[in-house]
């Protein structure tokens, strides 16, 4: 059972370059989310979804696209990077309905030069 | 904007010693959770407490709520070298629909 698996581990990025952070659950969790960690800011709420086909933004969307075809993946897309977008991601899954815990991925660490 | 933050920003105790984190949250919650991060690794799921819960045990971990101070404290008896980490409370969005955490706390134990 891999849980939350998140790639690639590591990425830099030129300025205005897209790209897409891939994350996958194996775990037939509904609730699936991204976070940005920045040092001192704990971890910020991107973008999150309920279930396949529904998603809605958190505290920081500007810049990043989402999408939930199927209930094992939700990628975030960077539409055009920018140096404010280098940061440490995380993906996240819960199980459906409130009050369980979540489980994260490994972390993907972004670099925009 | 972020629901949860904890206190102190920092801590470092000796090996064997309590350490005791607080949290404090702006708006109505249904369960607060604590999470545990090692250095750059993704968070690990602690323990967690319902709003109609006023404490509650696992292990070496105490976690108190108390929703009128809306207010949480994570306690962690007889600290090893191994607690070493950054410990962040989260609750739900209003909505209900997604985790929100706070800054954390950084625990360093040392032997």
């Known amino acids: 059972n891999a849980g939350v698996t998140q790639t690639p581990k590591f990425q830099v990025l030129k300025t205005g370059q897209s790209m897409t952070l891939q994350c996958a659950q194996d775990m037939n969790h509904e609730y699936m989310s991204w976070y940005r960690q920045d040092p001192g800011m704990g971890l910020r709420l991107i973008h999150y979804?309920?279930?396949?086909?529904?998603?809605d933004q958190g505290e920081v969307p500007n810049g990043y696209n989402v999408s939930r075809s199927t209930t094992e993946d939700f990628p975030l897309r960077l539409l055009s990077a920018a140096p404010s977008q280098t940061s440490v991601y995380f993906c996240?899954?819960?199980?459906?309905?409130?009050?369980?815990?979540?489980?994260f991925g490994q972390g993907t660490r972004l670099t925009v030069v | 904007s972020q629901q949860g933050e904890e206190d102190p920003q920092a801590l470092s105790i000796q090996e064997g010693e309590n350490a005791t984190m607080n949290c404090s949250y702006k708006?109505?919650?249904?369960?607060l959770q604590w999470y545990r991060q090692n250095s750059g690794r993704g968070l690990v799921h602690l323990i967690l407490?319902?709003?109609?819960?006023r404490e509650k045990h696992s292990g070496r971990l105490r976690v108190t709520l108390d929703t009128s101070k809306k207010s949480s404290s994570l306690l962690i008896t007889a600290s090893r070298a191994a607690d070493t980490a950054s410990y962040f409370c989260a609750t739900d969005d209003q909505a209900g629909t997604a985790l929100i955490f706070g800054k954390g706390t950084t625990l360093s134990v040392s032997s």
């Open positions: 996240a899954s819960e199980g459906t309905g409130r009050g369980t815990e979540a489980f």
């Open positions: 708006t109505s919650i249904n369960n």
């Open positions: 979804s309920v279930g396949a086909g529904i998603t």
């Open positions: 407490i319902r709003s109609n819960e």
